[in-house]
């Protein structure tokens, strides 16, 4: 059984999943796993890796971008109740990649990683906490639900991928100033959605 590791920030994040890469070349890392590691009451983390996933090259196979969109629906809905556990569709917990290739990106990662947690840390922590929380989690829902039509344009769709990022590491490091970052990505979002479709 893996061991649960605490996740705060981005490097604790890769460790987490670099933890998870003790295999062969050939060995496969599933979500499910991954949960395990981070614990499956982490809305923060796990809404900071399907964010980090999102805006990552996996997504230009065809359909993925809304696959990651909608999955992020699912969570923020859960987080917007309070749902104690998250729960996702076993399609996605049985979602794999290849651990020569988890491990190349994070340890490619690990120099971003490093210089992004030198500048977070526990700010404005009511953000974080019921009500405000609940803004966040609409937040979110928007995230997810602008992905859809952007999706149709290339390289928009990395606008709310963000957001989510931040949001995910924001409640993650209980950092309401990212959380505020994300709002304004957001914002940003919804703006080229107007501009692009009216």
């Known amino acids: 059984m ?14 987490a999943l670099e933890g998870e890469t003790d295999g062969g070349a050939e060995a ?18 796990l809404l900071l890796i399907v964010g980090l996933i999102s ?5 230009i196979i065809p359909g993925a971008t809304w ?8 969570i923020a809905i859960q987080l917007l ?17 290849s651990e020569q290739k988890l491990r190349g990106f994070v ?18 922590q009511f953000l974080t906490q019921a009500p405000a929380v609940f803004l966040i989690a609409l937040l979110i829902m928007a995230a997810a639900l602008v992905t859809y039509p952007l999706g ?11 957001a989510v990022v931040l949001f995910g590491l924001g409640l ?22 107007y501009t692009r479709m009216f």
Do not use: C
């Open 2 to 15: 893996a061991r649960r590791s605490q996740v705060h920030n981005m490097s604790s994040l890769l460790d």
């Open 28 to 45: 496969k890392v599933t979500v499910r796993q991954i949960l395990e590691v981070i614990g499956r009451r982490a809305y923060g983390p």
């Open 55 to 59: 805006i990552s090259p996996a997504t």
């Open 67 to 74: 696959a990651f969109a909608t999955l992020t629906l699912v």
């Open 81 to 97: 109740f309070h749902r104690k556990t998250p729960w996702m569709p076993r399609s996605a917990l049985d979602m794999s990649l």
């Open 107 to 124: 340890q490619a990662a690990r120099p971003t990683a490093k210089f992004i947690d030198t500048l977070i840390r526990p700010r404005l």
């Open 152 to 162: 149709l344009i290339p390289v928009l769709p990395i606008i709310p991928g963000l």
């Open 172 to 193: 993650t490091a209980r950092d309401g100033i990212l959380l505020s970052l994300g709002a304004i990505v957001m914002a940003g979002a919804g703006w080229l959605l």
